[in-house]
């Protein structure tokens, strides 16, 4: 089936420690997305990708890097850089241009500093 | 700036009762399309509605129905009709189309609706 596939589901990492989030999508869409979801909040977007080996920051990059190789994977490494890394994270893509109106987001990863 | 603003951030309403949400925006971008999700405490995200800018007409979808008033910049959801399923968080997002690095999509701090029986 078609669809996004975020791993892992759930991660516990030591302060210190730099962590990366996996995201692959079998869609053939062009564009991706990280968000970071705080308890009761809304999404915040980390980083987006347009095209293969392009990527821009959002509004909250600090702290978070990502690559975008493949057009179907775009995985986020989250950086000791990133003081309070504990959240949901949530990736989604969509096809680009105007057409693009579904959005598609995996099921969320569960990071926790410990 | 604020590019999404969702003003309540929680809702109650009587089962079977209809229920406006409220989104405002702001974007200087003449084209953009505007969002409405759903997210469940399971933490899944499910797309409800879509309006296009240029759309003429206010989009539905079942239940669902978006008063799209561009004017005002508003894209307020309307539940027909609400269920207890529909107790769950709503977020207006929307995306922006053609200024440098376009497609840019952002989110609300959404807004909790609870149904009552």
């Known amino acids: 089936d078609g669809g996004i596939t975020q791993s892992p589901k759930y991660l516990f990492r030591k302060e210190g420690q730099n962590v990366t989030l996996s995201c692959e999508q079998n869609l053939n869409h062009d564009a991706m997305y990280w968000y970071r979801q705080d308890p009761g909040q809304g999404l915040r977007l980390i980083y987006y990708?347009?095209?293969?080996?392009?990527?821009q920051k959002g509004d909250i990059a600090e702290g978070y890097s990502v690559s975008r190789e493949k057009k179907e994977s775009f995985p986020l490494t989250v950086t000791s850089a990133q003081k309070n890394p504990t959240a949901f994270y949530l990736c989604?893509?969509?096809?680009?241009?105007?057409?693009?109106?579904?959005?598609?987001f995996g099921e969320g990863s569960w990071l926790t500093v410990v | 700036a604020q590019k999404i603003t969702q003003t309540q951030p929680g809702m109650f309403v009587q089962e079977k009762e209809a229920v406006t949400l409220d989104c405002t925006y702001d974007?200087?971008?003449?084209?953009?399309?505007l969002f409405w999700y759903k997210q469940p405490s399971s933490g899944e995200m499910i797309f409800l509605i879509y309006?296009?800018?240029?759309d003429q007409q206010n989009a539905t979808e079942g239940r669902y129905s978006l008063n799209f008033q561009k004017a005002r910049k508003s894209a307020n959801l309307v539940i027909s009709a609400s269920q207890l399923g529909d107790s769950a968080m709503y977020f207006c997002a929307m995306r922006e189309v053609g200024w440098g690095y376009g497609n840019k999509l952002v989110f609300g701090a959404g807004t909790i609706l609870r149904v009552k029986s």
């Open positions: 989604a893509s969509r096809t680009a241009g105007d057409s693009g109106n579904t959005i598609y």
């Open positions: 309006q296009g800018s240029y």
């Open positions: 990708s347009q095209i293969v080996n392009d990527f």
């Open positions: 974007t200087s971008d003449p084209s953009y399309g």
